[in-house]
């Protein structure tokens, strides 16, 4: 198997001193760090976009707009395929934080549209359509610790998911989801909403259940399956991981019975694509929702909508979710109850 490269002789120095940081402080100052050199760089492009709310239901969604693209014509399309190469294998030196152990490593998104947008990546190549394991999630819920407000984690598996890059990969973008979080590099003044929209229908929801115990969210239009959690403390990597990793196993199990329920297959799964879903994870909670499209009418969707916020790169785009408005967008994107 192909194994990320770890920074190159030149850099040495600064793995030793950053390689895993035992302090999420420290980890936290990295990324702040790295990401404000890739930028100054041009290693890191951040998108320019502006921030809208847009109400539907009891949910505030928020909505981001590209200025720079509302009104940019699409190139035509040449119907030639493009010929893929792994951006992670080898990853750009300028976008790497730091290892965390030996299975991951964590960069920076090259293509951002919010601050400190980070990857955890499998050092060795994995396919984008396997399940989770401890590894991945108790890597990725260090990094969610590591910011100030907490972390928004993600992972689009499947044809239909939004994702974008075959190789195994979680995403985190550090809470608020609004653009209150610039204020000070994520620093306690930060006056935005530090759960993600979605949040308050989790909680309705599993009102009476345990941590831990999935639940329907029959109080949303589209099929979703969520639980709220309360992770072992202390709190321990490996138990953090294997806690995590049984929640996410329970939840896909509702998952893949929905699907399978509603599209008639007795056996469904990511690598043959016939399931496709996304995975919200939040300090909190954590948000499965079985997909069945990419896209609808010209807006695509990730993970991030269901979580409650939306990226629109034209004009077209943008009337589009206030005429139809989200929750009908995530519903024709996934199922309905």
Known sequence: MATITPATAANESAVAATDTPADTTVLWQQITERYDCAQQIAAANMMDTKTEVLSDGDMQFVIRVAARLRDKPKAPSTGARKE??????????????????????????????????????????????????????????????????????????????????????????????????????????????????????????????????????????????????????????????QYLLHVYQQLLDQCRAFVSARTGQESVSPSDGSLSYNLVLTSEFMLLVPRRAEAVGPVSCNSVAFAGSIFVKSREEQQYVEQQGPLHILTAVGFDW
């Not at 300028?94 to 920076?108: E, F, K, Q, R, T």
């Not at 998104?109 to 989770?132: G, M, S, Y």
């Not at 930060?190 to 309705?204: H, T």
């Not at 329907?216 to 239009?221: A, C, T």
């Open 84 to 241: 893929f190469c792994n951006p992670f294998l080898p990853y750009e030196q300028a976008l790497w934080v730091a290892n965390l152990g030996d299975s991951h490593v964590l960069l920076l998104n090259k293509f951002n549209i919010v601050p400190w947008h980070c990857l955890v990546v499998t050092a060795e190549f994995h396919r984008q359509e396997e399940d989770l394991d401890a590894g991945d999630l108790a890597a990725t819920w260090r990094v969610m610790q590591s910011m100030p407000h907490g972390g928004l984690a993600f992972y689009n598996c499947g044809p239909a998911s939004g994702a974008s890059q075959p190789h195994k990969h979680l995403q985190i973008v550090p809470l608020p989801l609004d653009d209150s979080h610039r204020e000070g590099a994520g620093s306690s003044s930060s006056s935005g909403i530090r759960r993600p929209p979605i949040w308050p229908a989790v909680l309705e929801a599993a009102a009476g259940a345990q941590a831990g115990q999935p639940v329907e969210l029959r109080n949303i239009p589209f099929a979703a399956f969520a639980a709220t959690l309360d992770p072992p403390q202390p709190a321990e990597e490996a138990a953090t991981g």
